[in-house]
């Protein structure tokens, strides 16, 4: 097995040994956003979403609706990378959501045909066939937890009686909300998921909304220079034109930096006679499982 095959492998199975419960609290932590604090969930200690993830409108708020759906169902705008959940009064939740390519796979109604509580999570056949590097170490199944991609809680869309495999979940990775993903379906903050199916019983409507829908709801949508969807306003389009060039600039800084970085390490590795391919390089963070979204769980 290459050194770089072995290095994924490693880097897999992080989320396997890691610990249940969540770091412990310090009394000199930033103050969490109200609504975003951190929980103790069962056995699992969901932390706080950062503040800096939840900037430019990025959370859960109450808002007039933009639609003609009933109080209680449940409205999904991949466009807009909006989940509502449609209240009395033309009001309704709205929760920011991340969107996987299978989460783009699916146009129309549905129903809430069952919920789960931290469920386990396990990819297909096909999955660990066609990326055995990514899947094959949970061929096993994964169970629920904080390292799980399904989240602390997950809605299986049904239709015609027969599971969709169209998943409304958490995440523990919450830099992703907000954002397109490559892999799972709609991703919410693990605080919000747990709102949301507190709100969402069995057999509630589901709609995810086709484009023109979504434009005739929303408005014309862009992506800005960090990714995040906001309306194609003029104002928005020069500001994502200048926050291209400062992100250009930032990139070469930390270019710079990284290179200075690495010719100190290896000079660091020279002095004391160790070779370049054995020197030593930085830590690797733990990893966070967000690939698919088919899973195992029975329970809800």
């Not at 604090?37 to 990025?58: M, S, Y």
């Not at 299978?102 to 069952?114: K, P, Y």
Request: aromatic residues 8%; contains cysteine.
């Amino acid at each position: 097995m290459s050194q770089s095959l072995a290095r994924i492998f490693a880097i897999l199975a992080l989320p396997l040994l890691a610990a249940c419960a969540g770091s412990p609290r310090t009394d000199d932590a930033p103050a969490a956003v109200p609504g975003y604090e951190g929980i103790q969930d069962g056995e699992f200690f969901i932390e706080p979403v950062p503040e800096r993830f939840l900037a430019g409108g990025n959370q859960k708020q109450e808002v007039a609706f933009a639609g003609d759906e009933a109080p209680g169902t449940v409205v999904v705008d991949t466009f807009a990378r909006k989940l509502y959940f449609v209240m009395e009064g033309g009001r309704a939740m709205s929760y920011p959501i991340a969107v996987g390519r299978e989460g783009l796979s699916f146009r129309g109604t549905g129903v809430v045909g069952r919920k789960a509580e931290w469920p386990s999570w396990q990819p297909t056949a096909n999955m660990i066939r066609t990326r055995p590097d990514l899947y094959a170490a949970y061929a096993g199944g994964l169970p629920g937890g904080l390292q799980n991609p399904l989240g602390a809680r997950a809605l299986y869309l049904y239709r015609g009686g027969r599971d969709t495999m169209f998943r409304i979940h958490g995440t523990s990775d919450a830099a992703s909300v907000g954002y397109a993903t490559s892999a799972g379906c709609i991703r919410l903050f693990n605080q919000d998921a747990i709102d949301l199916y507190n709100r969402v019983p069995n057999g509630a409507r589901v709609k995810v909304r086709t484009e023109a829908e979504s434009l005739a709801a929303e408005g014309p949508q862009m992506e800005d220079a960090y990714g995040r969807v906001v309306p194609a306003t003029p104002e928005n389009m020069t500001k994502k034109e200048k926050d291209l060039v400062l992100i250009a600039r930032q990139a070469e800084k930390d270019r710079a930096a990284a290179e200075k970085a690495d010719r100190k390490r290896l000079a660091a590795c020279k002095r004391r006679g160790i070779t370049p391919d054995d020197c030593p390089g930085p830590e690797l963070p733990d990893a966070v499982v967000t690939v698919g979204t088919s899973d195992t769980s029975t329970n809800g």
